[in-house]
């Protein structure tokens, strides 16, 4: 067994669970300020929908595979990026989306649906797109993924906390209005905290091997990045619109991510290495990408 398969970061039972509750929070406070609107709303501009949506499932996996084609990193460091390229877009997305002057309200209705579809779309992507990979494909039969387990795990994380929190929204919506103001911004923070705590756990290891990933890493996203912002370009969407699909498709869920790999795959090192430096590096260049788009004026203009 390769080295970098070896290794297990420090995630205990408990750890996993205390994720697994972070996650559903995350969840939860994104839904406090959803409404059925905004999955209506992606009709009032079908083609930034389709094209967001496009960008994010077909597009992103796609490419991922082709971008695995051609480094030929480590098996388990390819399954890691097609496990993240699979995931849906990331719960801070609708705040850089609104840092940037983008289009904060497709990012929502995006982040809705797409949410809903990862449901389906995370299992069907690993599997189809890892398969068809000798190397990844090898990986699947070791472990026996089974996607209708990893669609209850997926349904349970992140479909019901995002129903109950848009429940409370429709019933009691000055509550939720009060409750998200605290909830969304604190469920980031303790997300923030458990990452920089698993960090400082597991030192040792990404010393030892974030040679491995500190290229890889860095070029996926600003390929899934690339992705979105072009792909909103070639269909002729504003440059607000641009920015948002843009950060949509390039800031996945790698907390969801950790979460599978822990689960359907024994928390294989390679597979954790990739999901647990893409997030903290896609916060990063969300954050920097943001920043320099809030300071082009015409992205603020077009966003009006």
């Known amino acids: 067994m390769n080295s970098i398969d070896a ?4 995630f205990n039972p408990q750890s996993l669970q205390v994720l697994n509750w972070i996650l559903a929070f995350l969840m939860f406070g994104v839904a406090l300020e959803l409404k059925w609107i905004d999955f209506v709303r992606l009709k009032d501009n079908p083609r930034a929908s389709w094209v967001g949506i ?12 082709l971008l695995v084609w051609v480094l030929q990193p480590h098996p388990s460091l390819a399954l890691g990026m097609l496990l993240v390229a699979a995931c849906p877009g990331g719960n801070i997305s609708n705040f850089l989306t609104h840092l940037a002057g983008g289009n904060t309200a497709l990012s929502i209705s995006l982040t809705a649906v797409g949410t809903v579809l990862a449901i389906f779309t995370t299992p069907v992507n690993i599997s189809v797109w890892a ?11 070791e472990v026996s993924l089974d996607p209708l387990s990893m669609i209850e795990t997926i349904v349970t994380l992140v479909g019901l906390p995002l129903v109950l929190g848009m429940l409370v929204n429709y ?17 980031v923070l303790i997300f923030l905290a458990f990452i920089a705590m698993a960090f400082f756990n597991n030192y040792q ?9 500190a290229f890889l890493v860095p070029v996926h996203n600003a390929i899934a990045l690339g992705i979105g912002f072009f792909a909103a370009r070639w269909a002729g969407l504003s440059l607000a619109d641009q920015h948002t699909i843009s950060i949509e498709t ?11 790999i822990f689960r359907f795959f024994d ?20 954050l920097v990408l943001s920043l320099l788009w809030a300071r082009w004026k015409p992205a603020a203009t077009l966003a009006k």
């Open 7 to 10: 290794i297990r970061l420090n």
């Open 54 to 65: 496009a960008s994010q499932f077909l597009l992103l996996p796609a490419i991922t595979f």
């Open 131 to 141: 398969g068809l990979y000798a190397p990844t494909s090898g990986l699947l039969r």
């Open 171 to 187: 019933f009691f919506p000055r509550a939720a209005e009060l409750i998200s103001k605290g909830v969304k911004p604190m469920s």
């Open 205 to 213: 290891h990404f010393v030892e091997h974030i040679g491995k990933v």
């Open 250 to 260: 390039g800031i996945q869920n790698s907390g969801l991510g950790l979460i599978l």
């Open 267 to 286: 928390g294989m090192g390679g597979m954790a290495l990739v999901a647990a430096w893409w997030g903290i590096w896609h916060i990063v260049s969300g």
